[in-house]
């Protein structure tokens, strides 16, 4: 038995009118016999939090201990199960105590269902049926915390980020262009055509931690599909030098495919900057393994392919030859040492349905990222296989996506009002089920067919929930302004239980990252654009509560239609808060750049200082597909062509 008084604090109840006891049910006060694997040892559902204590035999390295359970429904569903941590060995025994405390109240829990733990390098689980009831004790349970009252109302668009973004000499975008450039087939030491570093982090670079030095499958598409972008606005005698890095591209993704060892197919995430796969010497005398690392992932195979798709549709459109897009693009069938946009969309349609770890490489799941941009290289992939001339493929595309497609209204979770980040178990403590991922699955993932994109109430309210979550989370949240009164939208970070800091991982270690800060930005632009070019809007249930907090001046009423011409004042109002907010989070991005502009990972959450891997490449990459978003919503349609005539030089 114990208080929660110290929970009660925190959750800033008054303790003398809540205070209870705890009822914790002890089941095993010492562990079980040699070769049992897992014993329940005590457990309470207590204020919320569901507080398991288990004994895991320790037979192997690699265990994953998962906790099923059934909600307030009764129901076991893929989110009504816990995965356990370690917590410490016990001595004179080969039994560890795993464990876990973790809110559940906004499903609920009434039954320990039983516990599984997989040992997964010998292959062997061992379960214990608990069919246990559970009573609450302690405070009561929380309720979903409503978003909190907004502290600025920004509007339109800023002079200061005008500036800050213009194409001319020393601006940020001209420094994240020549800066993202840099790490494109970078001057370093066996680094192939068409590879593109993460960071200037690792072995070459004077910052040696952490280790970045690699060609991650997802970070080089989404570069590379900025690439594309600047290729496809550039005029005529500037596009030459971006098409080639493409074919590079092409020709270097072709080669990954056909690396010898790949352990889970076409999901393999990175490569060594010569393009070959990262294996790891353990001892002189036994030859080098495959590194360990989560895979597969399979959103790599899906942004591959989007990009080059797109590559190959902007070439086409620039006069190219359909016979250079099938052998260097396209054909893998005929030119499999060449051209890798089939074989990987192949891959996408046989193996969506499978898990695999998210873009942050942590939690084998089924992913909301991960199935947007699957879904729109499947449909983009079925309409330009069709223009390859390759029905059979295109058939087989449009009905996996067709299937795809089905599968994601399970990521809406109306208790939470949010797009769960994954369908699945509740890892690593990530109990809030936000996830900036959902955002980003938007911005990679939208296929520009009313599914899932920028207007959708479902995706406003998970916007709403996440970006709002890192204010209690990171101390320099606290500012609001600048030094010239300019707002300061909150920083974004990953989720709001990270615990890695850049180089490791910490007690209240995650920070704000300036991709994340920057999908915030372009979220709000492209969300302008697309009301603008629709002329109207409509606030739903769902999406009112992300108008009072972004637009809170249009005062919305859930069920109303705003448009340009009937009551053009309101909708006037959210487009300019919209753009407003987008300028904001801008704002942000430059507040925590340092004085030479460049932008490593993250933002130290207390001081504010640029931390982290240094010149992340994506870090660049989503500062300029902000802009580029920026720029449309302002209507601005030379400001990507003016960029891209900077030109680009090799690097040597
Ligand atoms: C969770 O349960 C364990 C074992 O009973 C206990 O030691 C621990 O203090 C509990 N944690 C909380 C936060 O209640
Ligand atoms: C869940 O099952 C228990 C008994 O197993 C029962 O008492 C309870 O009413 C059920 N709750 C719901 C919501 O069905
Ligand atoms: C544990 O419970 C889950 C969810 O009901 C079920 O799918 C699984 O088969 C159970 N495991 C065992 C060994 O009964
Ligand atoms: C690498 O690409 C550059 C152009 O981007 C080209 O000049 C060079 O010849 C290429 N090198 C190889 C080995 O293909
Ligand atoms: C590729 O690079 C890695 C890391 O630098 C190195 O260990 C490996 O030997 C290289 N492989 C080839 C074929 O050059
Ligand atoms: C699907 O993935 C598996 C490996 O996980 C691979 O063996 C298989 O070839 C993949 N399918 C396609 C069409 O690439």
Not at 382 to 411: N, V
Not at 426 to 452: E, F, M, Q, W
Request: proline letters at 5%; hydrophobic letters at 35%.
């Amino acid at each position: 038995m114990e208080t929660t008084m110290r929970n009660l604090l925190a959750l800033g109840l008054a303790a003398t009118v809540y205070a209870q006891t705890c009822q914790v049910t002890t089941v095993a006060t010492t562990p079980p016999a040699t070769g049992t694997g897992v014993e329940l040892s005590s457990y309470s559902y207590c204020g919320g939090s569901l507080n398991v204590s288990v004994f895991i035999e320790n037979v192997n390295y690699n265990k994953v201990v998962s906790l099923y359970y059934t909600n307030a429904q009764n129901q076991s569903t893929p989110l009504s199960v816990i995965s356990l941590g370690y917590q410490n060995s016990i001595a004179d025994t080969n039994y560890e105590t795993w464990g876990a405390n973790t809110p559940v109240y906004i499903d609920g829990v009434t039954e320990l269902l039983n516990l599984t733990y997989q040992a997964v390098d010998i292959g062997k689980t061992y379960t214990q049926i608990l069919d246990l009831a559970v009573t609450a004790s302690g405070a009561p349970a929380p309720t979903l915390p409503s978003p909190p009252k907004p502290y600025a109302t920004p509007n339109d668009f800023q002079n200061t980020i005008t500036k800050w973004l213009a194409v001319e000499d020393g601006s940020e975008s001209e420094i994240a262009f020549t800066r993202m450039f840099l790490n494109i087939q970078p001057a370093i030491p066996g680094a192939v055509n068409g590879t593109v570093v993460a960071a200037r982090s690792g072995p070459s670079y004077d910052q040696k931690d952490p280790d970045y030095e690699y060609d991650w499958v997802r970070d080089s598409s989404l570069t590379m599909e900025v690439v594309n972008t600047l290729y496809a606005a550039a005029s005529k005698k500037q596009k030459s030098a971006y098409e080639s890095i493409l074919f590079n591209y092409a020709a270097a993704r072709a080669f990954e495919q056909t690396e010898l060892g790949l352990q889970t197919g076409l999901g393999e995430p990175k490569f060594y900057m010569n393009n070959t796969i990262f294996l790891v010497e353990y001892s002189a005398d036994s030859p080098p393994h495959i590194g360990p690392w989560g895979r597969p992932q399979n959103d790599g195979p899906a942004t591959a392919a989007i990009t080059l798709i797109e590559f190959a549709n902007a070439y086409l459109a620039n006069g190219g030859s359909l016979a250079t897009v099938k052998s260097k693009i396209y054909d893998s069938t005929a030119h499999p040492e060449a051209a890798p946009v089939q074989k990987d969309l192949l891959f996408v349609a046989s193996n969506w349905t499978s898990s695999s770890f998210d873009l942050w490489e942590e939690e084998s799941s089924d992913h909301f990222y991960t199935r947007m941009v699957q879904r729109r290289a499947l449909l983009q992939g079925a309409a330009f296989a069709t223009k390859m001339g390759d029905s059979a493929t295109s058939t087989t595309l449009s009905s996996a996506a067709t299937a795809l497609t089905a599968t994601l209204s399970q990521f809406w979770d109306p208790n939470r009002q949010t797009l769960l980040y994954e369908y699945g178990p509740v890892l690593r403590d990530k109990s809030s089920y936000l996830d900036i991922a959902v955002i980003l699955g938007v911005i990679h993932g939208y296929n520009n067919d009313g599914v899932y994109g920028y207007t959708n109430d479902q995706v406003l309210s998970s916007a709403l929930r996440i970006s709002t979550s890192f204010i209690s989370v990171y101390p320099i949240a606290a500012r609001h302004k600048d030094a010239s009164g300019h707002t300061l939208a909150p920083p974004i970070g990953r989720y709001p239980e990270d615990v890695y800091n850049g180089v490791g991982t910490a007690t209240n270690g995650g920070n704000p990252w300036y991709l994340a800060t920057a999908a915030m930005a372009q979220f709000m632009y492209s969300a302008s654009s697309s009301y603008t070019s629709a002329a109207s809007l409509v606030v739903t249930a769902t999406s009112k509560p992300f108008f009072d907090y972004y637009a809170p001046n249009a005062k919305v009423v859930a069920g109303q239609t705003y448009s340009k011409k009937v009551n053009s004042k309101a909708f006037k109002e959210i487009i300019s808060a919209l753009n407003g907010w987008g300028d904001a989070y801008m704002q942000t991005i430059r507040y925590y750049t340092p004085a030479n502009g460049h932008l490593s990972e993250e933002i130290d959450r207390n001081t504010g200082v640029a931390v982290g891997a240094a010149d992340l490449t994506w870090s660049y990459a989503s500062l300029l597909t902000a802009s580029f978003a920026r720029a449309e919503a302002k209507g601005d349609n030379q400001y990507v062509r003016k960029l891209a005539n900077v030109g680009v030089m090799p690097n040597t």
